[in-house]
């Protein structure tokens, strides 16, 4: 099938470069289509990738989170330069749309774009992040590094590990793999993103079932999955995840999850860099089969 | 020899607390007696403290940096936890003490103590970072945790490895074992530590000798030291750093410096992450001996 690349082509500015783990952690600017704004993303290179194609893993974030905050804390690099894997870490929203009442909360509209296209006024011209991650972001990649997008694979936290889980139930065949940190598993229960799908979705609920992980993997008809999520027992978050839901949900319709409750750790970053190399490792096993 | 703990007994209060690699990711503050304000300081309790007194190690942060910066981007808690080391961040400077000009510069002042004793006004009743970090920080640590402080070690980034430097060399045989990435090593002729020198010591510059690792080691007669620095070659600050200057004063006094010039890696936190664990286990050899 020949696909013509609507976005490989806008050109990319590099921000920033640092070396790490031999490999190259960088930082591009570029004008987003889906978002009609300028937006940051994270890709790191790995040794291989200077001599290689090699695979891409995409590494969603979690409420208020830029395109930083995962690329400095989680230590993903040590893992990634180890088995070869490239890594994009997209931000979270589009990013200064003078959109009233965006940068209002902290669990709303600005660095909370929970993976959706939004079909209502006022945010449906920029909100848009489904189709940024899932469509424009990866073409942009594909064209502009030496990825082998038959390779691809997509994980994420809290608000990020609901966006990897639904790119994923979505796209069957997209990804080869998906794992998440403390997702919300069934957004439609969910404190945070009942506000943030009314908003960007509208009052009918039937709507929301599309960006619901838990509703997702009911009608899910796709390639086998394996999912791999870690969750901390004392996440101060627990109540309004809900993996319970999506774990009979995925059990009812025989998927496997491996959901491993972690005694004694919390929904930040300590908790995502200490298993990390865990969910690098899970991903690296189907992108280097 | 009997001590008696001046700061021992003072106060702490937990600020935060993260699993983090089955040990524990903690913050406290204290009323500093010799800063005379609050400090905070990081500590990283590694599982086999829960049942055994550890090791414990200094980390000293460069400028601009709090007690958050290590332990959120350096990623050191994986080897301190497989090592059983308790591992120690201080702040960089004192906090708040509104003096005029503290806050004017990234370079001097508030995030910028260079780990001195200032002897000038207005700054000599709070900027006594190397009292702190050498006598009052390791007695409230001492006190209040389960550390072997027969087995003490420190290292330190740019500012924070010059302080690791001098405390080595002042104190022969207080520390194991002393690392550095990327340290000031001949702050006598750095912009950054004349400034600061003359402001905290005043103009006589053979005061200034006192905290220079440069002309410390030419003087030093303590136990043999084992030394690595590692020092990126692409650092933006290199020429600030002098690393050649301390390498030639310890080669002619002859102590050994294993000095690796990383090619590739600048001065900040992606070069730092990609060398920690093997200065943790650098440590770990003499600690653990």
């Known amino acids: 099938m020949l696909s ?14 640092s070396k790490s783990f031999g490999g190259f952690q960088k930082v591009f600017e570029h004008d987003s289509v889906e978002l009609k704004c300028k937006m940051k993303f994270a890709v790191y290179l790995p040794p291989k990738a200077e001599s290689a194609k090699c695979p891409v893993l995409y590494f969603l974030s979690g409420l208020t989170c830029t395109e930083q905050n995962f690329i400095t804390k989680s230590g993903f690099q040590q893992a990634a330069s180890e088995h070869g894997l490239i890594v994009i870490a997209p931000d979270t929203s589009p990013r200064g749309c003078n959109i009233k009442g965006e940068d209002d909360s902290w669990d709303f509209g600005t660095g909370a774009g929970f993976y959706v296209d939004a079909t209502e006024d006022p945010w449906k011209t920029n909100y848009r992040m489904y189709s940024y ?4 972001l990866p073409q942009l990649v594909n064209a502009n590094f030496p990825v082998d997008p038959q390779r691809t694979s997509i994980f994420g936290h809290s608000m990020g590990g609901h966006g990897a889980l639904i790119c994923t139930l979505k796209n069957p065949g997209k990804y080869k ?6 997702p919300i598993c069934n957004p439609m229960l969910c404190v945070w993103s009942k506000k943030a799908f009314g908003e960007f979705l509208g009052p009918d609920q039937n709507k929301w079932k599309a960006y619901d992980a838990t509703h997702l993997v009911k009608s899910y008809t796709g390639s086998q999955l394996d999912i791999l999520i870690d969750q901390g027992k004392a996440d101060e978050f627990y109540d309004q995840l809900l993996p319970e839901n999506f774990i009979a949900a995925c059990t009812e319709k025989k998927i496997p999850v491996v959901f491993r409750l972690q005694e004694g750790y919390d929904h930040g970053y300590y908790f995502i860099a200490t298993f990390i190399a865990d969910h690098i490792r899970h991903h690296a096993k189907y992108l280097n089969a």
Chains 1, 2 share one sequence.
């Open 4 to 17: 013509i690349p609507r976005f490989g082509r806008m050109a990319l500015k590099q921000v920033s470069s």
């Open 133 to 136: 991650v899932t469509e424009e």
């Open 177 to 182: 793999s998906v794992s998440a940190f403390a």
